[in-house]
């Protein structure tokens, strides 16, 4: 039996850590974690989050991987990882590949970009 996109989503989110706008703002406030977009880089021209670091997802593992030399020293496997796309589906996914990868202490913000202004939460324009 095959499985659709949103299978692979509800899947992936009953493995990972799903964080409300509130609970990432609050993490990101204290410090201790990276928040990383996984959006394209067009989606970034109009609103991106402060401080993110961009990983399009068809890049995703490719940065998170310290051996190869497109590793981004912001992704570490020992570091507090939050992942966010524009609805939560793609974040969903790649937090749940990072866990694979051996990232441990990885969530995503739920309702991804959308649900973070949608609770009032601050945006930049453009990356």
């Given amino acids: 039996m095959s499985q659709g996109a949103m299978d692979l989503v509800a899947e992936a989110k009953k493995d990972v850590e799903n964080l409300t706008p509130e ?5 990101l406030a204290s410090g201790d ?5 996984v959006r394209e880089p ?8 402060a401080g993110s670091v961009h990983a399009p997802r068809g890049m995703l ?19 507090r990882i939050i992942l966010h796309c524009a609805s939560g589906g793609r974040s969903a996914l790649g937090a749940a590949t990072l866990k694979k990868m051996g990232y441990t202490n990885v969530a ?6 959308r649900g973070w202004q949608e609770a009032g939460q601050p945006t ?3 990356s």
């Fill in 23 to 27: 609970q990432v703002a609050a993490e």
């Fill in 33 to 37: 974690a990276i928040l990383v977009d």
């Fill in 42 to 49: 067009a989606e970034r021209e109009t609103a991106s989050i």
């Fill in 61 to 79: 593992e490719f940065y998170a991987d310290p051996s190869l030399p497109y590793h981004k020293e912001e992704l570490s496997p020992e570091k």
């Fill in 108 to 113: 995503h913000l739920e309702g991804g970009m």
């Fill in 124 to 126: 930049e324009t453009g």
